[in-house]
């Protein structure tokens, strides 16, 4: 049977590198968790937890990007935008524990290799795109969209230039030169990133039509019609 | 707020299931890369030199390994029920993280009323 592998696996960066970012990924969650707690109130637990379940899910949902390569969602970009850079750091994190303990996948031993890759990174960087295009951009169904969908393919090639920052640390060069499979690694996530843009945005903008008070990114202020006066 | 968590949780739990079921199965961006200088077969390596021949096998495995149960026969039902039961785990484990959490935010504001 085809193994379903979709995260860094074991012994490809070393163990040094591992535990630095082990450390790294210990303090940037912790940090989150404190700071996650200030914005938390009971109303937002259940989202949290629904959004959480959603990006497990999104996550296995391999689509095809090119012959024989596909991609899925990392999730970054719709916990950033639901939930906000805090507590979508700590939504992916559980997300990507779940998958190295219970599934087999990405190595134990790489979790904090991943965690700051697609949980930290990720998120950060889709939550500072967002809040920069919002300011630009109309606040309108297609405005948002446009905004997450940018947001999410920027994150996407962030968290896949935060496992070419390991690998140049700590892998080994097999078959290929560091250069050349940089730029087949960015290259692939611009691929992917679109993918993951345009199942974000219809995900957000899906929230929000239905319940804008719950994407955090709007700040409680409804859609503005696009004909409407402001 | 009910109709909205019920209509996601329902909308969660078919993705994992079933539309799981029909994404594509060739490696994603990274596996893709990590393989190059390797000839596959069915997923296997069979020849040349990539960075992925040095991955080990995962610490832990497990009987849900690879989103799938090694103890069904049924592998498409294996895969669905996975995907469902890690959907239902993630939702409890993290709405249950994320509760405490805000309930450990209103201690302090909550002043001790002696039930402790």
């Given at each position: 049977m085809e193994a379903l592998a979709l995260h860094i696996p074991t012994d490809v960066i070393d163990g040094p590198t591992s535990l630095v970012f082990a450390l790294i990924a210990v303090l940037a969650v912790g940090w989150c968790t404190v700071a996650a707690r200030r914005g938390l109130d009971d109303r937002l637990v259940p989202l949290a937890g629904l959004a959480t379940a959603f990006v497990f899910a999104a996550q296995m949902l391999n689509f095809?990007?090119?012959?024989?390569?596909?991609?899925?969602?990392?999730?970054?970009?719709?916990?950033?935008?639901?939930?906000?850079?805090?507590?979508?750091?700590?939504?992916?994190?559980?997300?990507?524990a779940i998958q190295?303990?219970?599934?087999?996948?990405?190595?134990?031993?790489?979790?904090?290799?991943?965690?700051?890759?697609?949980?930290?990174?990720?998120?950060?960087?889709?939550?500072?795109?967002?809040?920069?295009?919002?300011?630009?951009?109309?606040?309108?169904?297609?405005?948002?969209?446009?905004?997450?969908f940018a947001a999410a393919i920027v994150s996407v090639v962030a968290a896949s230039a935060g496992f070419v920052l390991q690998f140049w640390l700590g892998g080994e060069e097999v078959g290929q030169s560091l250069g050349a499979m940089t730029a087949a690694i960015l290259g692939t996530h611009v691929l992917i990133g679109i993918g993951e843009g345009v199942i974000t945005a219809g995900a957000v903008t899906a929230v929000a039509v239905a319940r804008p008070d719950l994407v955090h990114a709007l700040r409680g202020t409804a859609l503005a019609r696009p004909a409407a006066a402001r | 707020m009910k109709k909205f968590l019920i209509t996601g949780t329902v909308v969660t739990l078919v993705l994992a299931g079933f539309v799981s079921l029909f994404a594509s199965a060739s490696p994603d961006g990274l596996e893709s890369v990590l393989l190059t200088g390797c000839e596959?077969?069915?997923?296997?390596?069979?020849?040349?030199?990539?960075?992925?021949?040095?991955a080990g096998e995962h610490e832990i495995g497990g009987?849900?390994?690879?989103?799938?149960?090694?103890?069904?026969?049924?592998?498409?039902?294996?895969?669905?029920?996975?995907?469902?039961?890690?959907?239902?785990?993630?939702?409890?484990?993290?709405?249950?993280?994320?509760?405490?959490?805000?309930?450990?935010?209103?201690?302090?504001?909550?002043?001790?009323?002696?039930t402790a």
């Open positions: 095809p990007v090119a012959a024989g390569v596909s991609g899925h969602l990392l999730g970054g970009a719709l916990a950033a935008a639901l939930l906000g850079p805090w507590l979508g750091v700590l939504c992916v994190t559980v997300v990507i190295a303990l219970l599934f087999a996948d990405g190595a134990v031993t790489a979790l904090g290799l991943n965690v700051v890759n697609m949980a930290v990174i990720a998120t950060f960087t889709a939550y500072g795109v967002l809040a920069l295009a919002l300011k630009v951009l109309p606040r309108t169904r297609v405005g948002v969209g446009a905004a997450v | 596959t077969t069915d997923g296997e390596i069979t020849g040349g030199s990539c960075v992925l021949q040095a009987a849900f390994a690879d989103y799938g149960m090694s103890f069904l026969d049924n592998e498409i039902l294996g895969a669905s029920l996975a995907g469902i039961l890690g959907a239902l785990f993630t939702l409890a484990a993290s709405t249950g993280l994320f509760w405490l959490l805000a309930r450990g935010r209103k201690a302090p504001e909550t002043a001790d009323d002696g």
